[in-house]
């Protein structure tokens, strides 16, 4: 029952996908109240209900010991019932058109078991950025219980969060993929050439956000917390990571995406 395999995701670095744009919502609102004490416990509840579905799909692939079914079936059943009481609490108080965003959680969620049945669900950049986004979906969901009111403000932070997930994952990749090199090319186009995506990601957010904040859509210097990201994937494109543990690729990239949600907030409150 207790093994934290089971009751608890192990890619850890994928928490700062749901937690960050949970905290842009906040104080994008600006508004504290008891509705987003119960938007944090589902987006919580269904984001640990993933770990241990997955289990119980790969006891049934035969992939984990049949062991592992009773507690697996066990955290379901806490993570399942803490969901829908948190879910029946919103709508109780008013925020029922909040149930739409599930919608897609579901549909990438099947999919993800999907994969897991296949024993295919390592290394698939492609779908990542798609529950990125989903994940991101938390941000106009904070902003709209705090406010009490849908506003297109709300999916302006969806995509702002999702465009910074995106980026910061395919930065990862590049990582990991240099850290496979024998060693580093001594010709600067054989470095800049492997990060040539992760490079148009973050520059394509750089300018988007200069866009929107000239524009006056949303504060003027939100970009700058933009351009952290882009001076990171500059300079891991520079220096790659050859031999480089992933651990610290893992932990380096949860600081920058830590410092990019601290940075956006100030930025955005300041406008």
């Known amino acids: 029952m207790f093994k934290k395999q089971i009751a608890l995701p192990q890619d850890h670095g994928s928490w700062v996908f749901l937690l960050s744009p949970l905290l842009i919502g906040l104080f994008g609102g600006g508004i504290l109240n008891l509705a987003f004490f119960g938007l944090i416990v589902a987006a919580m509840a269904a984001f640990l209900l993933r770990q241990p579905m997955s289990i119980a799909v790969k006891v049934w692939g035969t992939r984990r010991p049949r ?3 009773r507690p697996a079936l066990s955290w ?15 709508v109780w108080l008013g925020h ?7 919608l897609p959680a579901a549909g990438v969620f099947g999919w993800h078991l999907w994969l897991v049945k296949r024993r295919s669900e390592r290394r698939q950049m492609g779908m990542e950025i798609v529950a990125s986004g989903v994940l991101a979906l938390a941000a106009p969901a904070a902003l ?3 406010q009490n009111a849908y506003s297109l403000q709300g ?3 969806w995509v702002l969060c999702w465009l910074q997930s995106a980026a910061s994952i395919v930065y990862a990749y590049l990582r990991l993929e240099q850290r496979e090199w024998a060693a580093v090319p001594s010709r600067l186009g054989e470095r800049l050439r492997p990060a040539l995506r992760a490079l148009l990601y973050a520059t394509f957010n750089v300018l988007f956000a200069f ?15 933009y351009a952290l990201q882009w001076v990171e994937c500059l300079y891991g494109s520079l220096h790659p990571a050859v031999k480089v543990r992933p651990t610290r690729i ?22």
């Open 67 to 69: 062991s592992d079914l």
């Open 96 to 102: 029922g058109r909040l149930l739409w965003l599930g």
């Open 155 to 157: 999916w302006l932070l």
């Open 144 to 146: 709209w219980v705090g």
């Open 250 to 271: 893992g932990l380096r990239q949860l600081f920058v995406s830590t410092l990019f949600t601290i940075l956006f907030v100030l930025l955005w409150r300041a406008g």
């Open 76 to 90: 379901i059943a806490v993570y399942g019932s803490i969901l829908l009481i948190s879910i029946l609490w919103l």
């Open 211 to 225: 866009f929107l904040g000239a524009s006056g859509w949303i504060p003027p210097f939100v970009w700058l917390a």
